[in-house]
């Protein structure tokens, strides 16, 4: 096939459109938007948690003064990050928001002006002065608003990201991923409760750093290999803590 063929000449068994399993525009960034809010709370669950339980396990036995704090960890945690997210998310949807107004009004009083940029931005792509001029005229007919957003701003204006999504999705991620380490330090006996948690972290870690690196078709090993030895650099630190402090207080 030739540069020249045309969308008439391709072949039967090859349909225009999108490839199968990859993500576009109507879904990229809602995706997105919840992976990253869930792997980001998965994570934090995990290694604030482990850490605090690790810390308080460093300067006691006691199985109650661990379950509290590191309820009381979960809890905090968990609102935290759908505070944090919420307001985040909204931040950037406002922006969004001003943005596109901002577009509708130019749109409104420089429309020669607006499809000039337009076609100038599509030149500098690489398309020649009249396919530019063609493209921009086409795409402004069809639906100006969201062909000056996607090329000038690189929004969506029907895809503006949701801030109670992100909210919801990283609370929930945070909290699954905190009840593992509360779980595994309270279940085990004091004599193999550090071990315990350290392993199970260290395999929680892995697992959302391997489906971090699916999703996002990154580099698995370095995924993985960073939230592992980040979460155990911190496990490892906050009981050093918890121990001395443990030992200079009993």
């Given at each position: 096939?030739?540069?020249?063929?045309?969308?008439?000449?391709?072949?039967?068994?090859?349909?225009?459109?999108?490839?199968e399993?990859?993500?576009?525009?109507?879904?990229?960034?809602?995706?997105?938007n919840?992976?990253?809010?869930?792997?980001?709370?998965?994570?934090d669950?995990?290694?604030?948690?482990?850490?605090?339980?690790?810390?308080?396990?460093?300067?006691?036995?006691?199985?109650?003064?661990?379950?509290?704090?590191?309820?009381?960890?979960?809890?905090?945690?968990?609102?935290?990050?759908?505070?944090?997210?919420?307001?985040?998310?909204?931040?950037?949807?406002?922006?969004?928001?001003?943005?596109?107004?901002?577009?509708?009004?130019?749109?409104?009083?420089?429309?020669?002006?607006?499809?000039?940029?337009?076609?100038?931005?599509y030149?500098?792509?690489?398309?020649?002065?009249?396919?530019?001029?063609?493209?921009?005229?086409?795409?402004?007919?069809?639906?100006?608003?969201?062909?000056?957003?996607?090329?000038?701003?690189g929004?969506?204006?029907?895809?503006?990201?949701?801030?109670?999504?992100?909210?919801?999705?990283?609370?929930?991620?945070?909290?699954?991923?905190?009840a593992?380490?509360?779980?595994?330090?309270?279940?085990?006996?004091?004599?193999?409760?550090?071990?315990?948690?350290?392993?199970a972290?260290?395999?929680?870690?892995?697992?959302?750093?391997?489906?971090?690196?699916?999703?996002?078709?990154?580099?698995?090993?370095?995924?993985?290999?960073?939230?592992?030895?980040?979460?155990?650099?911190?496990?490892?630190?906050?009981?050093?803590?918890?121990?001395?402090?443990?030992?200079?207080?009993?």
């Open positions: 096939m030739t540069a020249k063929t045309s969308a008439a000449e391709l072949p039967d068994d090859l349909e225009a459109g999108p490839h399993n990859e993500p576009h525009k109507e879904n990229a960034s809602a995706l997105l919840w992976l990253r809010a869930a792997v980001l709370g998965a994570n669950g995990i290694v604030s948690v482990a850490g605090l339980v690790m810390g308080v396990a460093g300067a006691t036995t006691d199985r109650q003064a661990i379950f509290v704090a590191g309820s009381a960890g979960l809890v905090a945690g968990a609102l935290s990050m759908a505070a944090g997210e919420y307001v985040s998310v909204s931040t950037q949807r406002d922006t969004e928001k001003a943005l596109l107004e901002k577009e509708k009004r130019e749109l409104a009083e420089e429309p020669e002006e607006e499809l000039a940029e337009l076609a100038g931005i030149r500098a792509k690489g398309l020649s002065e009249a396919v530019a001029l063609q493209v921009a005229t086409e795409l402004t007919a069809h639906d100006a608003l969201a062909a000056h957003a996607e090329v000038e701003l929004i969506d204006p029907d895809a503006l990201t949701s801030p109670w999504h992100a909210a919801w999705a990283s609370m929930l991620a945070f909290t699954v991923g905190a593992l380490p509360l779980l595994t330090v309270m279940l085990f006996s004091p004599g193999v409760r550090v071990w315990a948690t350290a392993v972290v260290a395999v929680a870690l892995a697992i959302t750093g391997f489906a971090s690196a699916r999703f996002a078709e990154a580099d698995v090993r370095r995924a993985i290999l960073r939230n592992v030895i980040g979460g155990l650099l911190a496990m490892a630190v906050t009981y050093a803590i918890g121990t001395v402090v443990g030992q200079s207080t009993g």
